[in-house]
């Protein structure tokens, strides 16, 4: 039987679209319509983004834990989290996980480095790029990387915070990502981190000045990997 998929979910956007992608690719590997039995919890976003504003990392790892413990309970033989920013709360609760977490950028990290990649862009939240959850992992794999301009960093992080995580996709938001991604080309990056879970939906292969690596569906692959082995 493959194994029960818990999903810790921040924002709705980004979990919908893990969650989404783990139904529908799924087939490749169990058939038609099929996929692993899958879970998810999340407490109120307000709850995550209260600790997250005042700087309080060990109270979103206590929600991150609320939660595994839960998906835990009612079965799930490991569990992910489509949202990077608040892995860098994981190391609080690391040795109080009553199941298996995969690590987001573990998974892009394995991708960058079997695509050949060397150094990587980093977009997402302000909070996600400029700690060091892609920054460890992609060195661990002996791979370089750059962060935006700090003006960049904080108008990303407004569309955001304000538009992707509401769903709301404007053409103002593409061209300002497309822009920054440009801009890490042209420091020497073969490659950028779609690191924020809503980014995919609005930048993709098809309009991104660089290869993308995409967290939220790669996540979701690492998952359908690990419930089939």
Known sequence: MPKHIGIVACSAEGASLCYRTICTEGEALFGPHGHPEVSMHTPPFQDYMACIYRGDWKGVGELMLGSAQKLASIGADFVICPDNTIHQSLHHIEARLPVPWLHIAEAVATEAAGRGFRKIGLTGTQWLVESEVYPQKLSD???????????????????????????????????????VIGALKDRGCDAVVL???????????????????????????????RAAS
Request: hydrophobic content about 35%; overall charge neutral.
């Open 141 to 179: 794999r002996g791979l370089d990387y750059l962060r935006p301009e700090k003006a960049e960093r904080e108008e990303i992080n407004r569309f955001i915070m304000d538009e992707l995580v509401k769903g709301i996709r404007s053409p103002e938001a593409i061209a300002y990502h497309q822009k």
């Open 195 to 225: 690191g924020c879970t809503e980014i995919p939906l609005i930048i993709s292969d098809g309009n991104s000045p660089l290869p993308t690596l995409d967290s939220t569906r790669l996540l979701a692959r690492a998952a359908l990997k």
